[in-house]
Each structure stands twice: as structure tokens, then as C-alpha cells.
């Protein structure tokens, strides 16, 4: 500055642009922008300097009027974006989008290739969609099973003993939630340290049932909830929605018969075909319910017919689906395996700032995720049901593994380990996405489930569509 004039100087890593105005439009609009506020401030400006650290080199930038308007207009534009309720448009097919640190969270070529209808085009086949997030997540679940297990901490390391005994330790950055099953304890500075890294704490009960997480405060997105809440009371959108998850539920649960019990099971699955193509025409949420009843009592009706133990024992015996409490290994199995993706579904809703126990299909009851259980319908064969048979058929788990009482079975220790391996590995399995052809684990599509339910729900994409495999 010199008295009342001013020039602001903004320094740039690079070297100078080759381009005729030796700088790039960006850079331009930054220095417009710090001019404005100096005129703000009562001193004179009339241009600025970009220096380019690069080449050692100042370019002298004239704050012209159309430099001015442009700066101007861009202001206006940020403020509307910042009001906004909805995202902006992401960019189409934009070199920027590899570099963006938001990539993962925009879904730029999910969003627009999901615009499309039908959303795949038929002609080459596929969107030509970039995965522009990791195939798999570097952090993983932290499950604490011992009984009278501790979890403290020691700066950014979680540490779980048991009295005296230090049973495992895990670093803060590797660890994505905290699973604690039945008796276990957390001190509340970890509760406090994982709260401010937003790693939730799931618990789940010595009996399965997952009752609850404990989270930091998130207040974001919420025009997200308010769209969800709105979308829940609106059968012109609960109603596809309830369409669009039972149908992938039912193809999931019917392609898992035809890879691992043809031709046993060919006539239901035949059958379930058939209920299938009812379902786009069904009118309304409880006609879905009983087609959805339908369609899992055919797929369970022969779901025997995967099991191919190597401990051929009576036990394997499955006959049907029962629960609260299981009665048997196999439902046992699956019980405790539906309890692990609700929390995995429950804790995918809340860091999109959704509301888990309100659901769109299921139906709010004191307790119970709804939303939760509508995402992980379409899970349940591919991820849990996969898991149960791998866990049964490669003998990870055997008929030793299991307590029994007159009225219920469940896991022993040794077999919720096994099992939680046999779980833990198909989540971390690569798969093909058959919407966006590309590949990445069953974990981060349920996280990519849940961004686009939001997506879905805010207005962003004109459905939501149910993962399939094929
Ligand atoms: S990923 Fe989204 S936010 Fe990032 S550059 Fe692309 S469109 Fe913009």
C-alpha cells in the first residue's frame, strides 16, 4: 500500500500459463475479489499481481470492469450455492472430478449417469461412470467380544484389556466403528476421542440384537431428514421405493438359488420369477409386504439345498426361517448376521445425516431402525446369506460352535469369531457394479447405497435403484 492505494499480490506455486493473459481465470477472479474488499475498505485499487513462484515472475492483472462484473456475478452465484438446499449439478465428465477430495461424496458420474432413463443406456451397455473413491475402505470395524473386556486409550491408540491383560490394541486412523458385543465397557475419554473423530460405537447385545450406537453430535444435512420425513408420508415415493427394494431383494435372494442349488431348486426358482414380475404392478405397500413374504418363503423353503457341510450333522437341519430367539444353528447364523448389517446399515444412514428409525417401508416402531432395514433388504442374501453359507459349507463354523437351551441357539464365542471372519471377508469382497460397471466391496456399496438413498430423497436423482447382482 502507499497511502490510500493498494495492491494486493497473491503468490501461486507454479509457473506462468502459457495462455495469451498469462494466468488462469480462477486466479483472476481470486485478485478481483481481494481488490473488492480492499475498495471495501476505503483504499484505491486498480490492479493486482500474481507472482509465480515457479518461474520468479509477476503478472500484472488490470481489475477491468469486465473482470469486475464477472467477480461479481461468481459472488452472487457462491451465496445462492451456500442457501441452497440442494447440491449443485456436479460437472460432467470433468478431469477436475479426479483430484476432487469431494469426489467421494459428490458421486458426480453416479449422479448423472442415475438421471438417465433408464438410468444404464441400452445402447453401448453401460454409463461410462468413474469410481473416483477407493475400491475398499482402509478402516475397518474393531469388534470387542470378551466379557468383561475394556476399551481405554493411549493417545490416538485404542487399547482393549481385561484386568491386568492387555488383549489388543488398534491405531485411532485404522479403526471405522467400534463393535462392542454383550458385557464390554469403554472409558469415557475413548467415548470422547471417538466422538471427535466421528467413529461410532455399535453395540449389540450378548444375545445379538443391536440396541444401539453412540456417536459425536452431527448436525448436518438436516434438509436431508426433513426430505426424508416428507418422502415417508408421501406414497407417490414410498411407494416405488418399497418397489424398487423388494424387487432387488427378491432378484438377490433368486440369483443365489440359481448359483448354489440349480437344479434343485429350479421350479422356485421359476416361481419366484414369476412374483417377481408382479411387483412393478403391485398397488400398495402391504400388497409388497405379502409378494415379499412370498418370494422369501419360496427362497427358504430351499435354501437347504445350499448347505453343503463338511460336518454332515442333523444339526444343519434347516426347515424355515425362525427368530427371536433362533432355534436352530443355521438360524442362529442368520439372525446374528442380520443383526451385524443392520448396524452396518444404521451406521451408512447416519454419516449421510439421515434418520435411521424412520423408514419409508418398514414402518416406525419404538426401537427398530426402519430405514436401516428398508436399505439392507436388498444385503441380505448377497452379504449375510453368502456369508452363512461360506461360514457352513468350508467348515469356519461347526455344530460345536453353538450354545443351546430349550428355547433358543446362539453363537458361542468361538463361533461369533469364525463367523464374524466369514462376514468381515464377504464385505471386503470385490464386486461389479452392474449399474456403474465398476468394481468395489460389498461395504462401500452399502455406503454407496445409503449416499444415493439421500441423493434419491433430496430430489437429486429421479429414483432410487435397488443393487443387484447378476
Ligand atoms: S467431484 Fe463433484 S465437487 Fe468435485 S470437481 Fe467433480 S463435480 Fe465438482
Known sequence: TAGDVAVPVDTKRGRVPTNPERSWEPERVQLMAQGLQLREHGYRTDHGILYFAGSKTRVEVPFAPELEA???????????????????????????????SLSGICLPDETLALRQVPPVPEADGHAAVRRLYPAREDALPLYVQEQGAKVGKRGEVLVVSKGEEELGRAKLKDVSQLVLLGNVSVSAQTIQLLCEASIPVVH??????????TQGITLRNAYDRAAQFRAASDPSRTLPFARAIVAAKGANQRTLLLRNASPRADTEVAEMATLLRKVEHLPDLGALLGIEGAIAAKYFSRFAAMLRPRDFDAEWDFRSRNRRPPRDPVNALLSFGYAMLAKEC?????????????????????????LALDLMEEFRPVVVDSAVLTAINTGMVSTG????????CVLNERGRKAFIRAYEARLDQLVTHPLFDYRCSWRSVIRLQAR???????????????????
Open 452 to 470: 444415493l438413498l439421500a441423493r434419491w430423497l433430496r430430489g437429486d436423482v429421479p429414483a432410487y435403484v435397488g443393487m443387484t447382482t447378476r
Open 70 to 100: 464477472r467477480t461479481l456475478r461468481l459472488l452472487d452465484e457462491a451465496r445462492a450455492a451456500a442457501t441452497a438446499t440442494l447440491l449443485p449439478d456436479p460437472l460432467e465428465d470433468s478431469p477436475k472430478c479426479n483430484g476432487c
Open 204 to 213: 449389540l447385545s450378548r444375545g445379538h440384537w443391536f440396541y444401539g450406537v
Open 346 to 370: 444404521t451406521v451408512a444412514l447416519l454419516s449421510e445425516g439421515l434418520d435411521p428409525w424412520w423408514g419409508l417401508f418398514h414402518q416406525p416402531r419404538h426401537g427398530r431402525p426402519a
Open 401 to 408: 460352535d453353538f450354545v443351546r437351551s430349550k428355547a433358543a
